[in-house]
């Protein structure tokens, strides 16, 4: 196992950069002027992509009244940004979820539900708390947690330690890695998101999830508040998906943030697992 920062570096650095299609629908996703052809014509590249895209959003989670049966009109329905997010939320599963991890404490199957389930309590918290960037909670809360899966990839001997220790003294996994001179799956992930060029709108909540009191810049705490929520939903619904051994504790700053109170809060878990129970697709993606 690697021992110092510079070996945990460079064996983050191994990790293939997202492909062309991936990398050119963030940075147009993104841009006011973009066309719903140009989205398309980047996407058609990819046949595979394209195909499993079709999939999700005819899924039962979006509801639609009608069969999407092209690209350019699952645009003009879903929107680019939440075009954008099934595209790196295929990418994401196909690059860190696709395959068995060495691992013997934690899987890549209960990896891949928190992060998915995080992003969908995004939404349950937005609508409760009238937070318009949605589809930017979203694909935050699906990121939220990549460190762990990364760690679990190309340290797993580590990650069993950590888990264990987890296990030994009911610990949440976040407190467990305090105990262990490791760099965490908070610097993983805000390492790879800065080196993938991802916006601050989505590479803060991810670097303050566990401390939405740390943001200093006002126009990221409220995406921040809700990403943290988020997570602790999450984990009471499957605390042990997020490699957690006693549940996390919403953090006093971002409860009084978002201005929530014990019903909001049970209705906002309610409403999560309603969601959960039509997102079979995307758990798998």
Same mark, same amino acid.
């Given at each position: 196992?690697?021992?110092?920062?510079?070996?945990?570096? !460079? $064996?983050?650095?191994?990790?293939? *950069?997202?492909?062309?299609? *991936?990398?050119?629908?963030?940075?147009?996703?993104?841009?006011?002027?973009?066309?719903?052809?140009?989205?398309?014509?980047? /996407?058609?590249?990819?046949? +595979?992509?394209?195909?499993?895209?079709?999939?999700?959003?005819?899924?039962?989670?979006?509801?639609?009244?009608?069969?999407?049966?092209?690209?350019?009109?699952?645009?003009?329905?879903?929107?680019?940004?939440?075009?954008?997010?099934?595209?790196?939320?295929?990418?994401?599963?196909?690059?860190?979820?696709?395959?068995?991890?060495?691992?013997?404490?934690?899987?890549?199957?209960?990896?891949?539900?928190?992060?998915?389930?995080?992003?969908?309590?995004?939404?349950? *918290?937005?609508?409760?708390?009238?937070?318009?960037?949605?589809?930017?909670?979203?694909?935050?809360?699906?990121?939220?947690?990549?460190? !762990?899966?990364?760690?679990?990839?190309?340290?797993? !001997?580590?990650?069993?330690?950590?888990?264990?220790?987890?296990?030994?003294?009911?610990?949440?996994?976040?407190?467990?890695?305090?105990?262990?001179?490791?760099?965490?799956?908070?610097? *993983?992930?805000?390492?790879?998101?800065?080196?993938?060029?991802?916006?601050? /709108?989505?590479? /803060?909540?991810?670097?303050?999830?566990?401390?939405?009191?740390?943001?200093? &810049? $006002?126009?990221? %705490?409220?995406?921040?508040?809700?990403?943290?929520?988020? &997570?602790?939903?999450?984990?009471?619904?499957?605390?042990?998906?997020?490699? +957690?051994?006693?549940?996390?504790?919403?953090?006093?700053?971002?409860?009084?943030?978002?201005?929530?109170?014990?019903?909001?809060?049970?209705?906002?878990?309610?409403?999560?697992?309603?969601?959960? !129970? %039509?997102?079979?697709?995307?758990?798998?993606?």
């Amino acid at each position: 196992m690697a021992s110092t920062l510079a070996d945990v570096l !460079k $064996e983050i650095d191994s990790i293939p *950069v997202p492909n062309f299609v *991936v990398t050119k629908v963030i940075e147009l996703a993104s841009k006011p002027d973009v066309s719903a052809a140009e989205l398309t014509s980047i /996407i058609e590249k990819d046949p +595979n992509l394209t195909v499993r895209i079709m999939k999700l959003a005819n899924s039962a989670y979006y509801g639609l009244p009608q069969k999407i049966t092209n690209l350019s009109h699952a645009i003009m329905i879903l929107g680019f940004k939440t075009l954008r997010n099934l595209v790196i939320g295929v990418y994401t599963y196909d690059a860190f979820f696709s395959f068995k991890l060495e691992t013997t404490k934690v899987s890549s199957e209960d990896l891949w539900w928190h992060l998915v389930s995080t992003a969908i309590a995004t939404e349950s *918290v937005s609508n409760a708390t009238g937070f318009i960037n949605k589809e930017e909670a979203f694909l935050a809360g699906m990121l939220h947690d990549i460190g !762990k899966v990364i760690l679990a990839k190309l340290f797993p !001997k580590y990650v069993d330690a950590l888990i264990t220790l987890a296990s030994a003294r009911s610990l949440t996994y976040e407190q467990a890695e305090k105990e262990m001179e490791f760099p965490d799956h908070v610097f *993983v992930a805000k390492y790879l998101l800065e080196k993938w060029k991802f916006p601050e /709108i989505i590479r /803060i909540p991810v670097e303050f999830h566990h401390n939405p009191g740390g943001v200093q &810049d $006002e126009s990221f %705490k409220d995406i921040t508040a809700i990403v943290h929520a988020s &997570d602790v939903i999450s984990s009471i619904l499957n605390q042990k998906a997020a490699g +957690n051994y006693t549940l996390p504790i919403m953090k006093k700053e971002a409860w009084t943030y978002l201005k929530l109170n014990g019903t909001t809060f049970l209705d906002m878990i309610k409403s999560t697992r309603d969601s959960m !129970k %039509k997102s079979d697709s995307f758990f798998r993606i």
